[in-house]
């Protein structure tokens, strides 16, 4: 199969906006080239400026990249693609600019942009092919991400991880639903969990999940299968974590609050701002309070726990 890589060149304050358009139309992951955020980890040595090509580090403002399967949806898409960019409340229109991957390239051609990034006060997320050296204190979370599904330093996942630093204790039972890469399962299982439900949809997902679950060696804690949302997933438990869009959320939420132990946890993110307070009531309509929000750009996360 071939894939076409659709780059949007937008303004930092639209990053975020275009990369939620990606999601919901299913690109699964996105890879975001940011000349700012580069030059600032070169500064600080984190990353070094000859891994990056210089029209990357030269260009003036950040770009958004999705890729998605050359097949007969994908005109519908492109359509909806440029109506919904249309739409955004920038000043200029965001340039598109489309090329065709073949298979093989497809497999690789993102790797470049993906780094080892500390996230919260003792996380660390590597890049399987990137070498790096933990300060002390600090658990190493190695990924082999794919091409869709990025390497964890996307908003939406750092903030689900930094809640997970907060509530994970040692011994729980964590539910890691549309797990993606399984990075969220891969972090409770590292925190201490005891047993973590990894589940997605996508059999590539699942597939993926599975190798870095292994490459973490956190099999004996983590069982990964395909499935919708909490339908293969067994209660009671003491963490859910969705990590998805708001509609999803919102459908999710009462099931939720059927398997989760009283005074349970119920991590969510992946809810763009406009969305968050109706995130939020449909939570509390389904008996969950709301303890902790965070916010990154335009994402919005909830730390909520079910009432006794």
Same mark, same amino acid.
Request: glycine content about 8%.
């Given at each position: ?10 303004? +930092?304050?639209?990053?975020? /906006?275009?990369?939620?358009?990606? @999601?919901?139309?299913?690109? %699964? #992951?996105?890879?975001?080239? !940011? ?118 330093? +996307?908003?939406?996942?750092? /903030?689900?991880?930094?809640?997970? @630093?907060?509530?994970?204790? %040692? #011994?729980?039972?964590?539910? !890691? ?129 079910? @009432?006794?």
């Amino acid at each position: 199969m071939n894939w076409l890589e659709i780059a949007v060149h937008v303004p +930092h304050e639209g990053i975020d /906006m275009v990369s939620n358009i990606f @999601e919901e139309l299913g690109a %699964g #992951g996105v890879v975001i080239e !940011d000349p700012a955020l580069i030059s600032r980890y070169i500064a600080a040595n984190i990353w070094d400026h000859y891994e990056f090509p210089e029209e990357v580090l030269n260009r003036p403002m950040p770009v958004v990249k999705a890729y998605l399967p050359d097949n007969v949806d994908l005109e519908d898409k492109l359509a909806s693609i440029q109506i919904r960019l249309a739409e955004l409340p920038l000043e200029n229109l965001p340039r598109v600019e489309t090329i065709r991957v073949a298979e093989e390239d497809w497999a690789t051609s993102w790797m470049a942009y993906y780094k080892p990034v500390e996230i919260g006060k003792k996380l660390a997320v590597k890049p399987s092919w990137e070498d790096y050296s933990p300060p002390p204190g600090r658990l190493v979370l190695e990924l082999d991400p794919g091409m869709a599904f990025g390497c964890g330093n +996307h908003p939406t996942t750092t /903030m689900c991880m930094e809640f997970l @630093e907060d509530i994970v204790q %040692g #011994g729980e039972t964590v539910a !890691d639903v549309g797990t993606g890469t399984g990075i969220l399962a891969i972090t409770a299982a590292k925190l201490g969990a005891a047993k973590v439900f990894a589940v997605d949809l996508d059999q590539v997902a699942v597939d993926i999940a599975r190798e870095n679950i292994g490459l973490n060696e956190v099999q004996g804690q983590v069982d990964v299968c395909q499935g919708n949302l909490l339908d293969k997933v067994e209660g009671p438990l003491d963490i859910v974590i969705a990590n998805i869009i708001a509609n999803v959320i919102i459908l999710l939420a009462p099931d939720v609050s059927g398997i989760i132990r009283p005074g349970g946890y119920f991590i969510t993110s992946g809810i763009i701002r406009f969305r968050a307070e109706e995130v939020k009531e449909k939570l509390e309509q389904a008996g969950f309070i709301v303890l902790a929000t965070r916010e990154d750009g335009e994402w919005v996360s909830y730390l909520s726990t079910l @009432e006794g």
